[in-house]
């Protein structure tokens, strides 16, 4: 059997006849048509329910089984609603149908926004053919606009064609504000065109996804009230200040050697100048580290090793950079050979000596990371 469905998602039927819906059966449909022609002749439902009608008719003419004709509505206002609602007076429609035959539907609809119902649909009966009536005069400016408000709906689509286009627009207010404050009108271009770059290579290569990924445990960090917070901020700025003193020492040698110094020479005055800042910072974060850590309940002993082992490197790299050094420049601490030899050893044994203190501490010392639950 054949069922040819009107389909009213907005209830135009409804809301302007005054008729109870469903509406099954020709003459029932076709007074419905009449009834809501003769309240809003320009409603576009109108010609839905005269299609029905139409399809109806031929499909009584060409096909060999029964058919029936029956106009639905849904709500006006929400789709979810109208959806449920359209699918409630199917299942009645197809309850006051009686017949021992499988039942297939042909939807007969105004534009797209009527045929986003057609999953509820096609979860009752099959579908066999979906047919939009549509005024000659606004061919395909309803399915326009629908498209365009189902667009404009999507929060990801929506940044994607929005922001650049706003930020064009804003151009011309942008030059003429500048204008004011005797800013030339490129500078303004410029900033424009850099924030659209800037725009157009994160979206391209997915970093907006990294960035929010990076804010999210920013902000976890800062509600979890981890330590580590602190003390990596307080390790970027002594990075800082070791870059800068870095720099000035290799300004200093340069100056005292004359001339364009050997890159061994800048290597070494730069890492001379810079690692017990660097060295600062290294342990600093280590330690923040190993405080959240055992403020987690996930410590080991091992972890103590950071600290040590970062003092042990920079003790090295002081001492091998000193060695390299010309004597009688300030700020340069001069080895000798005696100094580099103790300052390896001390370098070595402090973090052998680490090592093995801690992994003795943790065999003897169980944490509760390595299994033990705390008391």
């Not at 209830?11 to 509406?23: F, I, N």
């Not at 022609?37 to 096909?63: K, M, R």
């Not at 606009?145 to 627009?169: C, F, H, N, S, W």
């Amino acid at each position: 059997m054949l069922l040819v469905l009107c389909v009213d998602l907005d209830d135009d039927l409804g809301r302007k006849t005054g008729l109870a819906t469903p509406v099954v059966g020709r003459q029932n449909v076709e007074d419905a048509a009449v009834a809501l022609a003769t309240a809003d002749p320009e409603d576009s439902d109108v010609n839905v329910l005269f299609q029905g009608i139409q399809v109806y008719d031929q499909l009584l003419e060409e096909e060999d089984e029964e058919v029936e004709v029956a106009a639905v509505t849904g709500v006006d206002g929400s789709d979810v609603k109208a959806n449920r609602a359209i699918g409630e007076e199917i299942d009645t429609v197809l309850a006051s149908i009686s017949t021992g035959e499988s039942i297939h539907a042909i939807v007969i609809s105004d534009g797209a926004q009527d045929e986003s119902v057609l999953p509820v649909i096609r979860s009752r009966v099959p579908i066999d053919g979906v047919r939009r009536v549509v005024v000659r005069q606004a061919q395909n400016l309803e399915s326009m606009y629908y498209t365009m408000k189902q667009v404009l709906a999507d929060p990801e689509t929506r940044g994607t064609i929005l922001v650049p286009l706003g930020i064009l627009l804003l151009i011309y207010p942008f030059v003429t504000i500048a204008s004011f404050f005797d800013v030339p009108g490129a500078v303004v271009l410029g900033l424009i065109s850099a924030l659209l770059g800037l725009y157009t290579l994160f979206r391209g290569l997915g970093l907006e996804t990294a960035v929010d990924e990076a804010a999210n445990r920013a902000r976890n960090v800062l509600y979890a009230g981890r330590v580590t917070i602190i003390t990596y901020v307080a390790a970027a700025a002594l990075l800082v200040v070791g870059g800068v003193r870095g720099i000035e020492l290799v300004r200093t040698v340069s100056e005292s050697v004359g001339g364009n110094p050997a890159a061994g020479l800048v290597l070494a005055a730069l890492v001379h100048g810079a690692v017990e800042w660097f060295a600062a910072a290294g342990i600093t974060s280590s330690l923040g580290q190993v405080t959240d850590e055992y403020l987690h309940d996930r410590f080991k002993w091992r972890y103590l090793n950071a600290p040590f082992y970062v003092a042990a490197i920079a003790i090295v790299l002081y001492a091998l950079s000193g060695f390299f050094l010309p004597a009688g420049i300030p700020g340069v601490q001069k080895i000798y050979l005696t100094g580099l030899a103790v300052a390896l050893t001390v370098g070595t044994l402090l973090g052998v000596l680490s090592t093995l203190t801690f992994a003795v501490a943790e065999s003897r010392y169980p944490t509760a990371a390595d299994g033990e639950q705390p008391a």
